[in-house]
């Protein structure tokens, strides 16, 4: 447990033990969202952009919660960084740094768009450092990708069969990215002609996706919360984007979260005067 002063008042955080880190880190975190991986690109791994900005940052460890693995992991391999150069707190441990670097969100709300806009260089950091493809693969033929929620507990299309069934016969293939490694996701999605879903971190698969690419999205609208995320980031890459809205379907009551349906015939009018 350690205690320290802040704005004159005493705060006390508890702790199993403390440890100190001497030299320069940086602060990357995931800690709240470890195994959501939308949310790492946006909120967490897209300040790594400060690296690409700042060459004297570019040996400093990095620090994360210690859980970090999988597709997470994945994405500091990619820009280099070794087990070496990861720092990783566990939970319940105070750590202090002698020089800690802490960048901040790129990202700002557009009250004009009503949307949460990350900055475009955000957005095309992303995509090179991950190895997103700039153009649909040639050498296979194109996919149309219908992305499942069925094994979350949250935002859940509930007649998500009856969805896919419609679609189906169109040439749509159920995907689940979260059983993906971050290669086999870049690979589906530099094979993509049609990303569908409802709205959620399985939908991120769109940023690793062509311009050629069309996305769409199922949500609800609702009126105290009807912020964008998708849109606009697609909007940056090029690729065609449609929110079809659904109506609420659950009984812990109406927010951003509910599980919800869309109506079949409204997917399908979409996919047949897009001309997909």
């Known amino acids: 447990m350690s205690t320290f002063l802040a704005n004159d008042r005493q705060i006390v955080v508890p702790g199993d033990e403390e440890v100190t880190y001497g ?25 790594m952009i400060l690296v690409r900005e700042r060459k004297d940052l570019t040996s400093i460890p990095v620090v994360v919660a210690d859980d970090l693995s999988g597709t997470r992991l994945e994405c500091l391999t990619r820009l280099g960084y070794g087990e070496d150069q990861i ?38 950091f992303l995509r090179s450092a991950l190895g997103a493809s700039s153009k649909r693969r040639d050498d296979k033929p194109p996919r149309r990708l219908f992305i499942t929620r069925r094994h979350t507990k949250w935002r859940r299309l509930n007649n998500e069969d009856e ?64 912020m964008e995320i998708n849109r606009p980031i697609a909007a940056e890459i090029g690729q065609q984007y449609h929110g079809i809205f659904g109506v ?6 109406v927010h951003l979260d509910s599980d919800f349906v869309v109506s079949p015939d409204m997917l399908l009018s979409l996919l047949g005067s897009s001309g997909p």
């Open 248 to 253: 609420p379907d659950d009984p812990r009551g």
């Open 163 to 226: 969805v896919f069934a419609a679609v189906q016969p169109l040439g749509f293939e159920r995907i689940d990215p979260g059983e993906l490694s971050l290669d086999e996701q870049i690979n589906l999605a530099s094979e993509a002609e049609i990303i569908m879903g409802p709205m959620g971190a399985g939908m991120n698969l769109h940023y690793f996706a062509p311009k050629e690419t069309k996305v769409i999205e199922m949500k609800l609208k609702l009126p105290d919360n009807d």
């Open 23 to 47: 030299g320069p880190h940086l602060l990357v975190g995931n800690f709240g969202s470890i195994h959501n991986f939308g949310h790492w690109l946006l909120n967490y791994f897209s300040r």
């Open 87 to 124: 720092v990783r707190v566990p939970a319940g441990q105070i750590a202090w740094f002698e020089n800690l670097w802490v960048p901040s969100l790129p990202y700002f709300v557009s009250p004009k768009a009503d949307a949460l806009v990350w900055t475009p260089e955000v957005i095309h």
